[in-house]
């Protein structure tokens, strides 16, 4: 199979090879709760003629990530590579590749479209996405915390952002996943333009679903949370921030606008914590029927799986499959409520047009940035909240050379 390999270097956050070693630094997940390491593992190659090979300049840590830091979701079997937010350049494409080429400036899609799943064997119950950085059970793509990834399908799962010249890698980075999903919960929820919208968490999915619903023309946007830094940085974008310790976030909404909202977000999922800050999985939901106006919509794009105890998943059980549901509120309001995860396919034309006329600078989220080699330490500051989105900054060469290497 032939190949196209780029062949120069560039300095972002170090200096690159030429050419890439055997073997790369990546993120690893080995089944210890709150630990991660960073390992050297082989770099990948082209394996079918639809991939294509990324170098990859910025990754970021995912609050979804984070469950798998607690150990409450992945796949059975370890390790694995972490990461599924990821861009970088296009080093070597596979024969059958006709839309990306070498050296474009790509952002990489972090789940595989619908359209090329039907074509794969079918998945295991307990998994419900073909993601990067969860491991076998979801479709084993590999991570996008690290120096290389191969993309499966390049030309439906890269995103050419060529075009975007002069804007840094932090305003495009989160197509790969938070934008889009932040946007596209607000499509879950049915939003329109005019409605008021409850965003419940306030750290990068929520503050970019917040963001988008002011981007989108909410009349009125509150953020939910617990923390000072989120709720200052949700303020900073026009929202009306909610401290969930001073009470049920429902109760101070509903003393502002007696009515209710007519959207709520759930942008925290399965480790959301009460007004006491205490775990109580059924917390977000039922605060979202309390709050959301009669006919209104409730989206969900915090994550829900409950999974068992395995080598990948040690705290599984800790989840629950089932919560409790106001139903009779549910009904009698009168309520939709939609879930599940990003087809950011639908969404990253709207997003990246936002990004290209500097409407949209989604960069403002960004607190921190790491190199790999400081994961640990990168993946301990997310998690206790003294970070409110990390990315990891990458060496990576970005001048193609019209070349053809052999397989």
Not at 9 to 14: C, L, P, R, S, V
Not at 146 to 174: C, M, T
Request: one cysteine or more.
């Amino acid at each position: 199979m032939a190949t196209q390999t780029i062949g120069s270097d560039a300095e972002i956050g170090g200096r690159a090879s030429t050419r890439p070693g055997k073997t790369m630094s990546a993120v690893m997940w080995d089944g210890k709760p709150f630990n991660m390491s960073v390992q050297q593992i082989p770099v990948p190659k082209i394996l079918k003629p639809d991939d294509a090979i990324v170098r990859v300049t910025s990754a970021a840590i995912c609050g979804t990530d984070l469950h798998v830091y607690h150990g409450v979701l992945g796949s059975s079997e370890v390790p694995w590579a972490m990461g599924h937010e990821a861009m970088g350049f296009v080093t070597e494409v596979g024969s059958n590749v006709s839309f990306v080429k070498v050296g474009d400036r790509v952002v990489i899609n972090c789940a595989y479209p619908q359209g090329d799943l039907l074509l794969q064997d079918p998945r295991p119950l307990n998994s419900n996405e073909a993601l990067f950085g969860f491991g076998s059970n979801f479709a084993d793509l590999g991570g996008c915390q690290a120096e290389f990834v191969r993309v499966p399908s390049a030309d439906s799962n890269l995103f050419i952002v060529n075009d975007a010249k002069g804007i840094p890698d932090e305003d495009l980075l989160f197509m790969s996943d938070i934008f889009c999903t932040g946007w596209q919960n607000l499509d879950f929820a049915g939003f329109t333009p005019g409605d008021s919208v409850a965003v419940f968490g306030a750290g990068p999915m929520g503050l970019l679903c917040a963001y988008s619903a002011i981007l989108r023309g909410a009349s009125r946007v509150f953020s939910i949370d617990h923390v000072d830094s989120r709720l200052k940085k949700a303020k900073s974008i026009g929202c009306i921030p909610i401290d969930l310790r001073k009470g049920p976030p429902a109760d101070q909404i509903l003393k502002i606008v007696p009515g209710g909202v007519a959207r709520s977000c759930d942008c925290i999922g399965e480790e959301c914590v009460n007004s006491e800050l205490l775990p109580q999985q059924d917390f977000v939901i039922n605060q979202a029927i309390q709050v959301t106006a009669p006919n209104g919509g409730i989206g969900v794009a915090g994550v829900y799986l409950a999974q068992p105890d395995s080598a990948g998943v040690p705290r599984g059980t800790t989840i629950s499959p089932t919560m409790t549901f106001p139903i009779s509120t549910f009904w009698a309001k009168g309520l939709t409520i939609r879930s599940g995860t990003v087809n950011t396919s639908q969404v990253v034309n709207a997003c990246y047009s936002l990004i290209k006329s500097g409407r949209a600078k989604t960069g403002f989220i960004v607190s921190g940035k790491y190199a790999i080699a400081d994961a640990a330490e990168a993946y301990d500051a997310f998690n206790s909240h003294k970070e409110t989105k990390v990315i990891f900054k990458f060496p990576a060469a970005t001048t193609p050379v019209a070349s053809q290497d052999e397989s």
